[in-house]
């Protein structure tokens, strides 16, 4: 089973977050044993943002297995189409980001699983197993 990372799960691992980082290791060491972890573009470039240069961000991802995996053309346009079918959120309530669509797309498309901790947005939008490392 291929499973994409979100960004959140990720962060959780290298930032050694107090709340969610154990639980989250554990879920992609059981994703790992399940078959490829796979990071498309944004997860990539949000996670590479949190180190200093591209040879540590190489590694750690390297460490944990997980592999880059681009885009899809029609994992794009399903995010465009989705993005823009989705309602407005009123009240000056933010619009979901573009890059939150092109993650769950890509996950629809090109993978069989989504491991996040935004279970709540991907399992309303998206067609797709999503895995929650909290259990919930």
Sequence with gaps: ?????DSSVLLDVFGGDADFGEASLDALRAAYDA??????DVVWAEVRAHFEDDTAFRRAVGVLGVRFEALGDDAAAAAGRLWRLAPRP?????????????????????ADALLTRDRGFYRRYFDLNVIDPTGA
């Design 35 to 40: 078959g490829p972890l796979v990071a498309c």
């Design 90 to 110: 009123m009240n000056g309530v933010q619009r979901r980001l573009m890059a939150d669509f092109l993650i769950g797309a890509h996950a629809m498309s090109q």
């Design 1 to 5: 089973m291929k499973t994409a990372v």
